[in-house]
């Protein structure tokens, strides 16, 4: 399912590669070179490689923005004015990540209270890491105010105009920070090794309402006018905001959601159980820390399925498919909450304490609240997804704790191995020490680290005390580290049957075999993830007379459910089954969330007449693209269209 997050970063990657020397910085090279063992590992992992920044010098403590959103120009500006802490005693310079930002001018604030001019250089831009902005400070200001604006093209924001919303009536714009984009639009220490407190006052056009990732209050007066604050310490990859015309609903007391008008009513319904949720996360992993859960559901060209922006996840409108089967969604941003937004990675190298723990506990809220039937349909697909990933990926990007130069854009790591192997990892630990054990530790565990961002390392330094040692002899030290450092999945890895899976894999077989479909009494039950799990398990092609005949009953062709969709379609491709086409490029024209777009680009390029579709659906469709899924299918097509290289 994360299949296209996977390929794109792939091919992210590979390009980026050739534009930045892909030999991290001297002494990460010189550590890394030392780090064999788990052990050693901890030196490489202080450094962050995606980020300019030197926050062992000095570091942002809190950040204060002043901001204006001025849809006319796609812009954001204002100022961003940062309390420090200089750590190192000979440290003057404050250096921050910026990408397409104009710097304007940079002033500190003196002992006396006045505020003088700084000089400042903007370097050029690095294809990945974008522009360094190194700011010079003899004084060692305690505070330092940067005035900007944005680029139209900040690779962190979209703006849409008002015929790509619902209402049609008002322009929208929204952020997507992680990994590395906070820089496009705010200068930053963008590194999630620095969290920081903020504040922000944004003014807009009067009817729009403005959402940030902090207090936003559900009653607040719509008049271009607000003001935001977030207590808590976040890395730079959780700030976030989106302006636009949206109305909220209340789920209980304390979520609801934000959506355009006509989205929120249905979105409050498909997203009734919220508030479960957070009580099932709860019971297990302690007290919901950050007061308000609320979710903005975004125009269909939201890159992605959700984004964990506390107290304010952003998801993508996909998952609205009326029958609550893919609120696993919300479980799993909500899941960050405490794996990643409360206890953070240090570098994105170390991807899988974020995605994979919250994966894991996902997992567990949809068992508790939808039973383990749903729980292990939702585990064989993912898992069965990574095995198809992994005939062909690179071992590198198949460990864990990711090893330094590994991928040159951030965005590269594969999902199988950070979301999947990363739970099926704790669900192994879960298994050899029993609920029991395993649920207070991981509570303990999300309690110790809170509001930190660690390594890798340091989860395996608190496993070993806290489970290795305290009930020995269920789990070596060896198999913690096979687990973490080695490539594939280890044999003592559980696994999971789906008796539900096996009557889908009979009636795809007795389809094949016979052509008889699968009766409708049994169909008319199936939820989307029997569905998916009936094309997944299609063999690579199909006769289009095969197709047309699953369509005639099933009418996949047009399907508003996107996990159908982005499966179907592919096939259909790939089979011949031209019939399809017109509604292939109608979805990836419509819907913008790279997972489900990029199966069907990638399918269509390798053919010319596919080709020439995929481009022309892109050249129509582009201008309602966000910049990361632009990014990713024009890559796309242009490795289609590069000679073979032998
Ligand atoms: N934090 C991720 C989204 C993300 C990851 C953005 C890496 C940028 C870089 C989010 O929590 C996530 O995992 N979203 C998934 C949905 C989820 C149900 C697996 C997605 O967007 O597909
Ligand atoms: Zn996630």
């Known amino acids: 399912m994360r299949y296209s997050i996977l390929t794109l970063c792939l091919a992210a990657a590979l390009a980026a590669g050739c534009s930045r020397d892909a030999a991290p910085p001297a002494d990460t090279a010189n550590k890394d070179a030392a780090a064999v063992t788990a052990s050693g590992q901890k030196a490489v992992a202080e450094v962050d490689e995606y980020s300019y920044s030197e926050p062992h010098k000095v570091r942002i403590e809190d950040l204060a923005l002043e901001l204006k959103v001025d849809f006319d120009k796609k812009e954001l500006g204002g100022s961003a004015t940062y309390t420090l802490d200089w750590t190192d005693p000979k440290a003057t310079q404050l250096i921050l990540d910026t990408r397409d930002i104009t710097v304007e001018k940079v002033v500190g604030e ?6 003088e001019d700084l000089t400042f250089a903007l370097a050029d831009k690095d294809k990945v890491l974008g522009n360094k902005l190194t700011i010079e400070s003899p004084q060692r200001n305690a505070r330092i105010r940067v005035t900007y604006h944005t680029s139209p093209e900040a690779s962190g924001l979209q703006w849409l105009t008002p015929e790509m919303t619902q209402g049609k009536k008002s322009p929208f714009m929204f952020s997507q920070s992680q990994q590395i984009h906070a820089r496009s639009w705010v200068p930053l220490q963008d590194t999630p090794r620095v969290r920081f407190t903020y504040t922000a006052h944004v003014t807009s056009p009067q009817d729009t309402m403005v959402l940030m990732s902090a207090d936003n209050d559900p009653k607040a007066a719509r008049d271009g006018d607000y003001s935001f604050k977030m207590p808590q310490k976040i890395p730079s990859y959780l700030l976030a905001i989106a302006a636009g015309d949206l109305a909220f609903q209340p789920i209980s007391d304390r979520a609801g959601v934000w959506a355009e008008p006509g989205m929120v009513k249905k979105a409050a319904d498909e997203f009734a159980d919220t508030d479960k949720m957070m009580q099932t996360a709860e019971r297990l992993y302690g007290p919901y820390r ?10 269909p060209s939201f890159p992605y399925g959700g984004m964990e922006n506390p107290r304010l996840t952003f998801a993508t409108p996909t998952v609205i498919v009326g029958d609550k089967s893919l609120v696993s969604l919300v479980a799993h941003e909500l899941a960050h909450s405490w794996s ?4 953070t990675f240090s570098t994105p190298k170390d991807s899988w304490l974020n995605e994979g723990f919250t994966s894991y506990v996902e997992n567990r809220i949809v068992e508790d609240l939808y039973g383990k039937e749903a729980a292990d349909m939702e585990k064989v697909i993912s898992r069965n997804e990574l095995a198809a990933e992994y005939k062909e990926l690179d071992p590198k990007l198949q460990v864990l704790a990711l090893r330094p130069g590994t991928l040159s854009d951030p965005d590269g790591a594969s999902s199988s191995t950070v979301y999947t192997k990363g739970a099926w990892f704790l669900q192994f630990l879960e298994e050899r020490y029993g609920r029991e054990a395993f649920d207070p530790f991981l509570k303990e565990y999300f309690n110790h680290f809170a509001f930190q961002s660690i390594p890798t390392t340091k989860f395996i330094e608190y496993a070993k005390a806290n489970l290795l040692a305290k009930y020995p002899g ?4 060896a198999e913690l580290d096979q687990w973490i450092y080695e490539p594939g999945v280890p044999d003592s890895a559980p696994k999971t049957v789906s008796p539900r899976f096996d009557a889908v894999d009979a009636a795809r077989k007795a389809w094949l075999d016979t052509g008889t479909l699968p009766a409708g009494d049994a169909t008319a039950k199936w939820s989307t993830q029997e569905w998916v799990h009936f094309l997944d398990g299609m063999p690579q092609v199909l006769k289009p007379e ?3 005949a699953l369509d005639q009953a099933f009418h996949f062709t047009g399907t508003p459910n996107g996990e159908i969709a982005q499966r179907w379609y592919p096939l259909a491709v790939r089979s011949g089954y031209t019939q399809a086409n017109a509604a292939a490029a109608e979805f990836i024209s419509r819907v913008g969330r790279r997972k489900l777009v990029m199966p069907t680009y990638s399918e269509l390029v390798k053919t010319p007449a596919g080709l020439k579709l995929a481009e022309d659906t892109f ?9 990361i899924t632009t990014q990713s299918v024009e890559e796309t097509i242009a490795k289609a269209k590069q000679p073979a290289k032998s």
């Open 474 to 477: 269920k789990v070596t030290e």
């Open 340 to 343: 990643g937004n409360l206890v």
């Open 546 to 548: 095969q197709l047309a």
């Open 290 to 299: 950050w007061e308000r859960y609320d979710i903005l559901v975004l125009p």
């Open 619 to 627: 050249a129509k469709a582009r201008a309602g693209y966000h910049p």
């Open 110 to 115: 003196r002992a006396d209270g006045k505020w």
